[in-house]
């Protein structure tokens, strides 16, 4: 069983910085490719950042130059380093671990953390 463990939201003024953290159990990590995830109020779940197990990353163009993902394989965690932030970027964020192996794959996600900006 896979369970991923978010921490780190909370209340920010516009332009400040948060950490968010993604603890995950089980044995799939090292394997899988991560990422955050976010909702807001009436919209759809976007992707926010993704970070394969060899560190490759990819950023949503409304993120790129202020978010940083990175992971830690040897903690099974992967973080989300946010600066600058902006109202918009008031949402849930939810982490995601998406496992392939040959032709199986599944996505496991955390219960989310609430980021709020706002003045």
């Known amino acids: 069983q896979v369970q991923l463990v978010e921490s780190g939201g909370g209340l920010v003024q516009p332009g400040g910085s948060l950490r968010l953290s993604c603890a995950a159990s089980?044995?799939?990590?090292?394997?899988?490719?991560m990422g955050w995830y976010r909702q807001a109020p009436g919209k759809e779940r976007e992707l926010v950042a993704t970070?394969?197990?060899?560190?490759?990353?990819n950023y949503a163009d409304s993120v790129k130059g202020r978010f940083t993902i990175s992971r830690d394989n040897a903690k099974n965690t992967v973080f989300l380093q946010m600066n600058s932030l902006k109202p918009e970027d008031t949402a849930v964020y939810y982490c995601?671990?998406?496992?392939?192996?040959?032709?199986?794959?599944?996505?496991?996600w955390g219960q989310g953390t609430q980021v709020t900006v706002s003045s």
């Open positions: 995601n671990a998406h496992y392939s192996y040959g032709f199986y794959y599944h996505d496991y």
């Open positions: 089980g044995s799939i990590f090292s394997r899988s490719a």
């Open positions: 970070i394969t197990p060899s560190h490759s990353s």
